[in-house]
């Protein structure tokens, strides 16, 4: 049992009319306006995330493009977050310096007591994890998640560009048209988020190649910077069945499974 100070709570007992106002959500969500990540944002939810990546995936069917996708994940992102790395996110996204700093005030300095038979332990510094279920806490990872986004450098569509992301939160997906551009944009991307303390669930990455020519045979496995990625024919993203003929058949299946 941990007796820690709510920091959030603080937080919004200070800047309470000021938080919850326009002018405050409006600050944060313009600098993500061009942004792929779809989490807690407003008027977006996982139905328009799916549709996205599977509209992509027809498109490029149609116009012969072949993708190379990676499905990612991270281990506990919201309790592994360095805090620091929030507070530098926010002034390169040019959040105002009020918000910056009150943000910086509750979230620096923080320690907490772990009770343990009916005894207190020597205070612990707390310099990692933001509290899941505040709505400050959302807005905060999905700015550090814009930042690691842009320093991808990925703009645009697969249309007209060599890679795309789709992000839900912490669900990435890497959408490439060539495994040497998925290669090098996974490797930079795994750079970026250990900066921030986040670190990739090895046991849920996914590898799925999309193509008219698609090879038959078993599926291989693609090994980026030692880690071994498996490739599948289908994978679960966002509480859907995504698979690499792009056939909606086999979630139908599933729903129907799932109702017996």
Request: proline share 2%; glycine share 4%.
């Amino acid at each position: 049992m941990a007796e820690t100070c709510s920091y959030f709570f603080l937080l919004n007992t200070i800047i309470n009319p000021y938080y919850h106002s326009r002018v405050f959500m409006t600050d944060i969500d313009l600098t993500i306006s061009l942004s792929t990540q779809a989490g807690f944002r407003p008027n977006r939810s996982t139905v328009d995330s799916i549709f996205t990546l599977r509209q992509m995936y027809e498109k490029c069917y149609e116009h012969n493009i072949e993708l190379h996708n990676v499905f990612i994940d991270f281990n506990q992102a919201f309790d592994s977050i360095n805090r620091s790395t929030i507070i530098q996110a926010l002034k390169e996204m040019q959040i105002p310096g009020k918000i910056v700093r009150l943000v910086n005030m509750v979230t620096q300095h923080t320690k907490t007591k772990i009770k343990l038979n009916n005894e207190y332990t020597e205070q612990i510094d707390v310099k990692t994890g933001i509290k899941q279920g505040d709505p400050l806490s959302t807005i905060l990872f999905s700015t550090v998640m814009e930042l690691l986004m842009r320093k991808l450098e990925i703009r645009g569509n697969i249309t007209t560009r060599l890679k795309q992301a789709c992000v839900y939160a912490d669900d990435v997906v890497l959408v490439t048209r060539t495994k040497q551009a998925l290669t090098d944009t996974f490797q930079k991307l795994k750079q970026e988020v250990e900066k921030n303390g986040l670190t990739i669930n090895q046991n849920k990455i996914k590898y799925m190649r999309h193509s008219r020519t698609q090879i038959n045979g078993k599926n291989m496995e693609l090994e980026i910077e030692g880690m071994k990625i498996e490739e599948v024919s289908k994978t679960r993203y966002l509480g859907t069945t995504v698979t690499k003929d792009n056939l909606i058949e086999e979630e139908i299946k599933e729903r129907i499974a799932a109702d017996n």
